[in-house]
C-alpha cells in the first residue's frame, strides 16, 4: 500500500509556499549576511539600522514597517545597543514607547555597509535578470499587502 495523500477537492494546486519562501529567504539572508560581514553586521541589522535612520520610530512602529514581530526587534536592538550604533530613548510623545535613535557610531556602519548591500544587489540582478527581480518584487509587494490586510 503507498504512502499517499489521498486527492481531495481541498488539495493544494502547488504545494507548500511558505516552504518555498522560508528557503528563498535563507538562500538571501546568507548572500547578503556574506556581503555585509566585512561592515560587520548582517542583513537583518542593516534593515533595523536604515530604517531608524531614515526616520526616528518607536519600536512597535519599526516593528511593523519591517514585517517583524516587536519581541523579535526588542531581541535584536539589544545586539545594536550592546555594539553601540543606537541607543533606546523614551518616546516624548508616549513616554510607555521608546524610540530608537541611531548613534554616530550605527551610522557610520550603515554608510561603510551600504556599498556592500548595493554589489550584493546588483549581484542579484545579475544573476535573476533585472526584469526578473522586478517582477519578483511587485508579486512580493502585491501578496503581501493581501495577507496585511
Not at 1 to 27: I, N, Q, T
Not at 38 to 54: T, W
Request: contains cysteine; positive net charge.
Amino acid at each position: 500500500m503507498p504512502d499517499s495523500v489521498p486527492e481531495s477537492r481541498d488539495a493544494p494546486a502547488f504545494g507548500c509556499s511558505c516552504h518555498r519562501l522560508r528557503k528563498l529567504s535563507r538562500m538571501m539572508t546568507q548572500r547578503y549576511d556574506q556581503a555585509l560581514a566585512p561592515a560587520g553586521l548582517n542583513v537583518n541589522q542593516y534593515a533595523i539600522l536604515r530604517r531608524a535612520q531614515i526616520q526616528p520610530r518607536t519600536v512597535g512602529v519599526l516593528a511593523t514597517t519591517l514585517g517583524m514581530e516587536r519581541s523579535t526587534l526588542s531581541r535584536d536592538l539589544k545586539h545594536l545597543v550592546a555594539a553601540g550604533w543606537v541607543r533606546l530613548l523614551r518616546d516624548p510623545d508616549d513616554a510607555r514607547q521608546r524610540r530608537i535613535d541611531v548613534l554616530p557610531a550605527g551610522a557610520a556602519v550603515v554608510a561603510r555597509a551600504e556599498p556592500l548591500w548595493r554589489a550584493a544587489q546588483v549581484q542579484v540582478e545579475a544573476l535573476m535578470g533585472v526584469d526578473e527581480v522586478g517582477g519578483l518584487h511587485a508579486v512580493l509587494d502585491r501578496v503581501t499587502r493581501k495577507l496585511a490586510a
